[in-house]
């Protein structure tokens, strides 16, 4: 069972940034694929991107490149999504979640990932 905790979510201007983290139970953390996804009010959960287990690997859908970043420090069983350029259109609840199994094809698909986190909530006001 792997517990995912995320934060770092919050008010930002448009334009602004933030940095959000996820934090996992794990136990080798280096096993597991780490998505983020995130659900706006009365749209469908979204993805965002996704990076492997290693970190080698990222995959991100395609409106959140350039803006959007993905990456890992096994050590601390921490994955981070760093947005830049926020705007309204980015407000939104952010899970991470992951999973033992790595495959582009299936990446952007929520039921590949067996662990979620409870979300946090970001908002960007314009």
């Known amino acids: 069972q792997v517990q995912l905790v995320e934060s770092g979510g919050g008010l930002v201007q448009a334009g602004g940034s933030l940095r959000l983290s996820c934090v996992a139970s794990?136990?080798?953390?280096?096993?597991?694929?780490v998505g983020w996804f995130r659900q706006a009010p009365g749209k469908e959960r979204e993805f965002v991107g996704t990076?492997?287990?290693?970190?080698?690997?990222?995959y991100y859908e395609d409106s959140k490149k350039g803006r959007f970043t993905i990456s890992r420090d096994n050590a601390k069983n921490t994955v981070y999504l760093q947005m830049n350029g926020l705007n309204s259109e980015d407000t939104a609840v952010y899970y991470c979640?992951?999973?033992?199994?790595?495959?582009?094809?299936?990446?952007?698909?929520?039921?590949?990932?067996?662990?979620w986190g409870q979300g946090t909530q970001v908002t960007v006001s314009s």
């Open positions: 979640a992951a999973d033992s199994s790595f495959a582009v094809s299936r990446a952007s698909r929520p039921r590949s990932y067996a662990y």
């Open positions: 794990a136990r080798t953390f280096s096993n597991y694929a």
């Open positions: 990076i492997s287990g290693s970190g080698g690997r990222t």
